[in-house]
T-cell receptor, first 110, second 117 residues
Framework: KNEVEQSPQNLTAQEGEFITINCSYSVGISALHWLQQHPGGGIVSLFMLSSGKKKHGRLIATINIQEKHSSLHITASHPRDSAVYICAVASPNTGNQFYFGTGTSLTVIP | DAGVIQSPRHEVTEMGQEVTLRCKPISGHDYLFWYRQTMMRGLELLIYFNNNVPIDDSGMPEDRFSAKMPNASFSTLKIQPSEPRDSAVYFC???????????????FGPGTRLTVL
């Protein structure tokens, strides 16, 4: 049983395209995180959300608590956006645990 | 700030040997997390500390794994004895006391790539 499901698993896009990565979860959460893992392995936190929407540059993250769903959007995608994007949820209902999706591997072609 | 510092960056050892991974969190951060990442299982939370006290170690795979945080600026993850299935990248992360909450944004170290032969 996976508490966090991401889709798609792999995504290839042309430079400039609008990209959407989806995350669904099955547990009660206090926060949802979007992480970016670079090809070299480093992990960077992009967003932490508990409601609504956040925007940072070309990245937008939204969350719908009722539907237990979050999306990460990338506008005007660029090859440097190529990375693995990981959704993680913080669940106080199960003893303050973090659950991770398996990640979406994004490749943006010039 | 140098960010979260982990050492070593790479470790190759033989089965049965003791392995110690080290982490220095960002100064002022009061939560410290240890994660393991493998191709098969992705990222998994092993244990986390708040103010140097272990809060939840339910993710620690077995008794061969132990973690300590003797002070606010240092933590270790020890595997004894190591096995080939422990081969993975181990990440340390820390988060600040903003909102006084355990689920804040985390800052990750570069990871330690462990290979057990």
């Amino acid at each position: 049983k996976n508490e966090v499901e991401q889709s798609p698993q792999n995504l290839t896009a042309q430079e400039g395209e609008f990209i959407t990565i989806n995350c669904s979860y099955s547990v009660g959460i206090s926060a949802l995180h979007w992480l970016q893992q670079h090809p070299g392995g480093g992990i960077v936190s992009l967003f932490m959300l508990s409601s609504g929407k956040k925007k940072h540059g070309r990245l937008i993250a939204t969350i719908n608590i009722q539907e237990k769903h979050s999306s990460l959007h990338i506008t005007a995608s660029h090859p440097r956006d190529s990375a693995v994007y990981i959704c993680a949820v913080a669940s106080p209902n199960t003893g303050n645990q973090f659950y991770f999706g398996t990640g979406t591997s994004l490749t943006v072609i010039p | 700030d140098a960010g979260v510092i982990q050492s070593p960056r790479h470790e190759v050892t033989e089965m049965g040997q003791e392995v110690t991974l080290r982490c220095k969190p960002i100064s002022g951060h009061d939560y410290l997390f240890w994660y393991r990442q493998t191709m098969m299982r992705g990222l998994e939370l092993l244990i986390y500390f708040n103010n140097n006290v272990p809060i939840d170690d339910s993710g620690m795979p077995e008794d061969r794994f132990s973690a300590k945080m003797p002070n606010a600026s240092f933590s270790t993850l020890k595997i004894q004895p190591s096995e080939p299935r422990d081969s993975a990248v181990y990440f340390c992360a820390s988060s600040s006391p903003y909102r006084g909450s355990w689920d804040n944004e985390q800052f990750f170290g570069p990871g330690t790539r462990l290979t057990v032969l």
